[in-house]
């Protein structure tokens, strides 16, 4: 892409994203080196794709926004609802498509030169009957990066549209990992509804049009040119539509899944909402050690006991924090007070001694990061697998740089 349009585009989005708080200053950063990776490849279709993500998906971000922070908590005991980004989240969005991009664009420039010096040869051999050099364009059975990189954002988008809305559903959402479908508490991973899935069919619609009208298709204006390909029709491109399309809606559908088996859902029992991690990190459970045991009173006493033969803390703190012995069916049992908040292993909890967080869904295998970067990884290599089987080429030719 060229500099005189990337440079300021870039500075506009960095504007916006700082104005509007919709990135931490890491992440305005990790968003900058996207936009430079995506801005080196000498198509403006890459760099397109992340303006028209970004611009949508914070879009959507703040739809409704007061109402989806009110459906879930934050896991510092705040409301809830999609703070700024961070770095981790803006690469786990776009590294995938970012390495396709610089990928590619070396491979357009070694193809760029080797077109160059057939013309040259050309010229001299024949002065008068030299080919004329054109662009290389995106042919048909042609590049499966390109494939991988429109399936990324397409994917990404799907899922971005899916959660930010889907939230929003009258009904509850269902569980896609649960045999019965249960329904769970909106804001669970891997809760699905038809309003997330129609949303996300609408992102992944959106990334997919915007790809066909900034894509160099191949015509028959290039037909005749070095670095003209075999013409796409009219019926090609549709299978590419529809295709890409479908694929993006299913990126979304795997997203849920994925964060349905592989990532824990928390429930904060006093509201019965979903607890969301600050930037998509891990939301802990407390798991402290039971204040009933034996090692538990015992360590606590010689705390106690040790304080007061110091000389630290008072008569006073001792009755107060010290641990009580009382009769219980003839047997002595040790007691502590459970609010000292000296006890370095009190418990979050109610005063019935029930947990205030419990787990809703998921293994804690995966947080929302990983979940997500391990999609658009999956989706994109699986639409470039697809291809090549379809076009009938090696997928190693993905890759290949001679």
Known sequence: MKAIYAVPATLL?????????????????????????????????????????????????????????????????????????????????????SILCLL??????????????????SSRSSPTGSAELGTVCFSWGGDLLVIGIIANYACVAADTFSSELGILSKGEPRLITSPT????????????????????????VIIVTTA????????????????????????????????????GFLGSV????????????????????????EGGVRVLVSAGPNPNSVEHFTSKNAHVKAALLSGEGSDSDAVEHADATVAVDGETETRTNKYDPRDKHRRSSFGDERPSRVVESGWDLLDNNDVNF????????????????????????????S
């Open 212 to 247: 066909v009208l900034f894509l160099p298709f191949c015509n028959e204006s290039t037909a005749g040119r070095l670095g003209g390909g075999d013409v796409w029709t009219t019926e090609q491109r549709r299978t590419l539509i529809l295709f890409l399309t479908v694929w």
């Open 104 to 121: 590619h664009a070396y491979q357009l420039h070694l193809r760029q030169q080797a077109l160059t010096a057939v013309t040259v040869a």
């Open 13 to 97: 989005l960095i504007y916006r994203a700082h104005s509007r708080n919709s990135l931490t200053p890491a992440g305005i950063f990790a968003a900058a080196l996207t936009a430079v990776a995506h801005a080196i490849h000498p198509w403006n279709l890459p760099f397109v794709l992340l303006v028209v993500f970004f611009l949508a998906g914070t879009r959507v971000t703040h739809v409704k926004e007061k109402v989806k922070s009110s459906l879930t908590v934050h896991s510092k005991g705040t409301s809830g609802g999609e703070g700024p980004r961070t770095h981790i989240q803006v690469l786990a969005n776009s590294l995938t498509a």
């Open 181 to 204: 479908l249960r329904k769970v508490p909106r804001g669970t991973n891997g809760g699905v509804s038809l309003l997330g899935l129609g949303a996300g069919l609408l992102g992944s």
């Open 374 to 401: 391990l999609m658009a990884f999956i989706m994109s290599s699986g639409a470039m697998a697809v291809a090549a089987w379809y076009w009938g080429v090696p997928f190693g030719s993905a890759f290949a740089t």
């Open 254 to 277: 795997l997203d849920s899944f994925l964060g349905g088996m592989f990532q824990r859902s928390v429930k904060d029992i006093r509201t019965g909402k979903i607890v969301e991690g």
